[in-house]
């Protein structure tokens, strides 16, 4: 009897011990990941040879920069709806109208999951889907040191300016030629945590002396964590970051040169529930709103639709792209086509072919039995 029971007791500890094995194998998935950032391989693949015999490509480097200066303007907790919906209508006037008339393209940008700020900045720039394990270190958050957009910027000798949420600056020691960061902490401050971000502008938008101007605004955040999505407040803190943006947009427009125009990019790191909370996958949470904005873009005509969905990690891929850069070695996203659409076909191609090369290698190096049919066009 005592053997039977011993018996029983084992296969349901040995049970167990497979649940909780199972749940952290989906819960915490082994990441996806390339080379090392010293180990990567700096090999580029060479334009495909144009139909014909003896034909050959001398396109063998990365093609150059799109844009001549890139504003990354992230305001944390916006949902798609204060843009997109009636709140934008009401306290985004300016936004909304670059948004229906002006040179732009827009869309949904869909976050994984955990949705707090230091996992969606790591997606932001580098491409790769963080996992919940992240949410432990997001209030203490060590040196990223997986591939990304900011240390190939850094590397290429792009001058970098940060101010706002002092995350970043964790992330990436001593990537900034200038910066101030500010605290998240003191979640009741709705004002003083984002006009120690705006008071740089002026004095940084007249100056030539960066390439790379990322801003990070918590104030919205904080008023959701404490008054929720429908608070009067988040009509105020709206109007006030389309003031922002109107500046912003503004001065990248009158400093321009044609052949070689500015780029203005506006994105959430994660939306907010009904509560004003995050972390989770409800849709309040996970979408958010990008925006394009750029001379360069054709200015929108007919009927306005309802903006295309995309991943949020498809941003660092687009960015290196229009930054004349590497592709971050993890990134799992695709390429904006609309952000290169005018652009002339071979250079779309190439970009194309830059993106599929890079997810090419990834899978490669993360599936042992990769091989490719014979029918499938190499890299």
């Given at each position: 009897?005592?053997?039977?029971?011993?018996?029983?007791?084992?296969?349901?500890?040995?049970?167990?011990?497979?649940?909780v094995?199972?749940?952290?194998?989906?819960?915490?998935?082994?990441?996806?990941?390339?080379?090392?950032?010293?180990?990567?391989?700096?090999?580029?693949?060479?334009?495909?040879?144009?139909?014909?015999?003896?034909?050959?490509?001398?396109?063998?480097?990365?093609?150059?920069?799109?844009?001549?200066?890139?504003?990354?303007?992230?305001?944390?907790?916006?949902?798609?709806?204060?843009?997109f919906?009636?709140?934008?209508?009401?306290?985004?006037?300016?936004?909304?109208?670059?948004?229906?008339?002006?040179?732009?393209?827009?869309?949904?940008?869909?976050?994984?999951?955990?949705?707090?700020?230091?996992?969606?900045?790591?997606?932001?720039?580098t491409?790769?889907?963080?996992?919940?394990?992240?949410?432990?270190?997001?209030?203490?958050?060590?040196?990223?040191?997986?591939?990304?957009?900011?240390?190939?910027?850094?590397?290429?000798?792009?001058?970098?300016?940060?101010?706002?949420?002092?995350?970043?600056?964790?992330?990436?020691?001593?990537?900034?030629?200038?910066?101030?960061?500010?605290?998240?902490?003191?979640?009741?401050?709705?004002?003083?945590?984002?006009?120690?971000?705006?008071?740089?502008?002026?004095?940084?938008?007249?100056?030539?002396?960066?390439?790379?101007?990322?801003?990070?605004?918590?104030?919205?955040?904080?008023?959701?964590?404490?008054?929720?999505?429908?608070?009067?407040?988040?009509?105020?803190?709206?109007?006030?970051?389309?003031?922002?943006?109107?500046?912003?947009?503004?001065?990248?427009l009158?400093k321009?040169?044609?052949?070689?125009?500015?780029l203005?990019?506006?994105?959430?790191?994660?939306?907010?529930?009904?509560?004003?909370?995050?972390?989770?996958?409800?849709?309040?949470?996970?979408?958010?709103?990008?925006?394009?904005?750029?001379?360069?873009?054709?200015?929108?005509?007919?009927?306005?639709?309802?903006?295309?969905?995309?991943?949020?990690?498809?941003?660092?891929?687009?960015?290196?792209?229009?930054?004349?850069?590497?592709?971050?070695?993890?990134s799992?996203?695709?390429?904006?086509?609309?952000v290169?659409?005018?652009?002339?076909?071979?250079?779309?191609?190439?970009?194309?072919?830059?993106?599929?090369?890079?997810?090419?290698?990834?899978?490669?190096?993360?599936?042992?039995?990769?091989?490719?049919?014979?029918?499938?066009?190499?890299?």
């Amino acid at each position: 009897m005592r053997l039977r029971s011993g018996v029983f007791a084992s296969s349901c500890l040995l049970v167990e011990v497979l649940g909780v094995a199972l749940f952290l194998r989906g819960f915490f998935p082994v990441p996806v990941r390339s080379l090392p950032r010293r180990e990567a391989r700096g090999d580029l693949p060479a334009e495909p040879a144009p139909p014909g015999p003896g034909m050959v490509s001398n396109w063998t480097k990365i093609p150059p920069p799109l844009f001549k200066k890139v504003v990354i303007v992230l305001i944390d907790a916006l949902r798609d709806d204060f843009v997109f919906g009636s709140k934008g209508e009401q306290f985004m006037p300016y936004t909304k109208q670059v948004i229906e008339k002006g040179t732009s393209y827009s869309f949904i940008a869909e976050a994984k999951p955990p949705t707090v700020t230091m996992p969606r900045i790591k997606a932001l720039m580098t491409g790769s889907i963080p996992g919940f394990i992240d949410v432990i270190v997001n209030l203490n958050s060590p040196a990223l040191l997986d591939d990304n957009l900011i240390w190939q910027a850094k590397t290429a000798g792009k001058r970098i300016i940060f101010y706002g949420d002092d995350t970043w600056v964790k992330l990436f020691p001593k990537h900034f030629v200038e910066y101030d960061g500010t605290t998240s902490f003191f979640v009741s401050d709705f004002t003083e945590v984002d006009d120690n971000v705006t008071r740089h502008l002026d004095r940084v938008l007249k100056r030539e002396d960066w390439d790379l101007l990322i801003l990070h605004y918590l104030g919205l955040d904080h008023i959701g964590h404490v008054t929720g999505p429908n608070s009067p407040l988040v009509g105020a803190k709206l109007r006030e970051m389309d003031n922002i943006l109107k500046k912003i947009h503004i001065s990248l427009l009158s400093k321009e040169e044609a052949s070689f125009p500015n780029l203005l990019v506006v994105c959430g790191d994660h939306g907010m529930s009904e509560t004003g909370s995050h972390g989770g996958s409800s849709a309040g949470e996970v979408h958010t709103p990008l925006l394009f904005i750029s001379s360069a873009f054709e200015k929108r005509s007919g009927p306005l639709t309802y903006p295309e969905l995309v991943q949020q990690t498809d941003l660092a891929s687009t960015l290196a792209v229009g930054l004349g850069l590497p592709i971050s070695r993890n990134s799992v996203g695709n390429l904006i086509l609309p952000v290169v659409g005018g652009r002339t076909m071979r250079e779309q191609l190439r970009f194309v072919h830059l993106n599929g090369f890079q997810l090419s290698r990834l899978l490669q190096e993360n599936t042992p039995a990769y091989e490719k049919e014979s029918s499938f066009v190499q890299f």
